[in-house]
């Protein structure tokens, strides 16, 4: 009896394989559980989820990313010290990579359309047999995305004094097609980003192509910006 109440006090036997994330299979780092109760590294869910509104175990819906667990996140860190610095390090450190890679100029297809899509906003646009040529080079070699933006749009505020040739649009997903009967194609899409112009449009093997980059306004809402 006395022996026992000198044992010293442990929270929890933990073992490391159950606190494994099941996407990148390494201990979970910034902990997010479901409503189904499942629990995920915060970027490994949100890459999910942007593929899937759904549970990668369960497939139970998950309509917002959850908050994080805070108890779990405090669990793993006074468990596996060690192994939870070098988690958080690694995932700071692609959070870094990635952030980057969104920040450099990209070529892009540019598909002229008058109505310009938010990030996250689906829709459709009808491609008529003129545009067979670019929906083939967008989908071989560009995998499905491409930027929409109208013709007129200007961004003044945007730095650098770019003002005559940028404008911002919205790169977007190609995320279903069906052939119509009169040879037209309604394509499914998803918007992912903002984009501007770097420069003018050019154009390769047939294809208007426009240089991009992230455009990062805050909440700047379109009109305001059409103004
Ligand atoms: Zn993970
Ligand atoms: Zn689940």
Redesign the pocket.
């Known amino acids: 009896m006395g022996d026992l109440m000198n044992e010293p006090t442990r929270a929890l036997d933990t073992n490391f394989s159950d606190f494994e994330c099941t996407l990148c299979l390494k201990l979970l780092c910034i902990p997010v559980t479901?409503y189904?109760?499942?629990s995920f590294c915060e970027p490994c869910l949100k890459e999910a989820v942007l593929h899937k509104k759904t549970?990668p175990?369960?497939?139970?819906p998950v309509e917002v990313l959850p908050a994080r667990s805070v108890v779990l996140s405090q669990l793993l860190q006074c468990s596996f010290p060690q192994q939870y610095g070098a988690r958080q390090l690694e995932v700071e450190q692609a959070l870094q990579i990635a952030s980057e890679a969104a920040r450099l100029p990209r070529d892009l297809p540019l598909y002229i359309y008058p109505e310009v899509f938010l990030p996250e906003q689906a829709g459709w646009v009808r491609m008529q047999q003129q545009d067979a040529a670019f929906l083939e080079y967008v989908t071989t070699r560009k995998s499905g995305h491409f930027v929409m933006m109208s013709a007129e749009v200007k961004s003044p505020e945007t730095e650098g004094g770019r003002t005559e040739s940028t404008r911002v649009g919205a790169e977007v997903e190609i995320t279903g097609r069906s052939p119509q009967a009169d040879g037209s194609v309604v394509v499914d899409i998803k918007a992912c980003r903002r984009v501007a112009t770097e420069s003018d449009p050019t154009e390769e093997d047939g294809v208007l192509m426009a240089k991009v980059r992230a455009f990062l306004d805050g909440a700047q809402p379109l009109d305001s910006a059409r103004l």
Do not use: Q
Request: proline share 0%; net charge positive; glycine share 12%.
């Open positions: 479901t189904c109760g499942h549970c175990v369960c497939r139970s």
